[in-house]
């Protein structure tokens, strides 16, 4: 009966051990996809913060051109009016 007994505690730790395994292994595979899936979103959220900085940069660039031009367009308007120009605005 006590041989019984042993075999019965033995199997249901054998049992006990290949759950353990299958979930262990089951949580690996599922971390490494949640790692890969991160990697992947961390990618994408690197070429849109490259695309925005592009973007920005070029906005600085037309904001300075139009400056530029606002006072050309100044310096040829008050020359105008020098000459007797009357335009409105």
Known sequence: MEKQFVDLLSEELKLQESVTEANTRHMNITLAEAKRVASQYQREADKCIAATETCEQARERAEAIL???R?????????ARQMGWEGGE
């Open 71 to 79: 006072k050309l367009t100044l310096v040829w308007e008050r020359r």
């Open 67 to 69: 400056t530029k031009e």
